[in-house]
């Protein structure tokens, strides 16, 4: 079992910055990818960033390419997410969630943090 947590979500300007953290417990050996999801009001999840825990490659959705930086912190098995230049549209709930076959599916979720973005 994988526990996660997220926290730092809020309301914050266009053009500002969030960083949001994902605190992670349980078997070690499931988190070989951990990853950033986010869904807006009415449409699908959808995929944001992700990382190779080890290795600390990463990928990122087009959509957030140049803005958005995903992170982890082995000591403190914690993932995090600094958004910056924030706009309306990146408004969403935001998950993170932990994949054990190289983030080709996705087994465990956090319960997700709200981020706003007003214009």
């Known amino acids: 079992q994988v526990q996660l947590v997220e926290s730092g979500g809020g309301l914050v300007q266009a053009g500002g910055s969030l960083r949001l953290s994902c605190a992670a417990s349980g078997r070690t050996s499931s988190r070989y990818v951990m990853g950033w999801f986010r869904q807006a009001p009415g449409k699908e999840r959808d995929f944001v960033a992700a990382?190779?825990?080890?290795?600390?490659?990463?990928d990122y959705a087009d959509s957030v390419k140049g803005r958005f930086t995903i992170s982890r912190d082995i000591a403190k098995n914690t993932l995090y997410l600094q958004m910056n230049s924030l706009k309306p549209e990146d408004t969403a709930v935001y998950y993170c969630?932990?994949?054990?076959?190289?983030?080709?599916?996705?087994?465990?979720w956090g319960q997700g943090t709200q981020v706003t973005v007003s214009s």
């Open positions: 969630a932990s994949s054990s076959d190289g983030g080709m599916t996705y087994d465990y």
């Open positions: 990382i190779r825990w080890v290795r600390s490659t990463t």
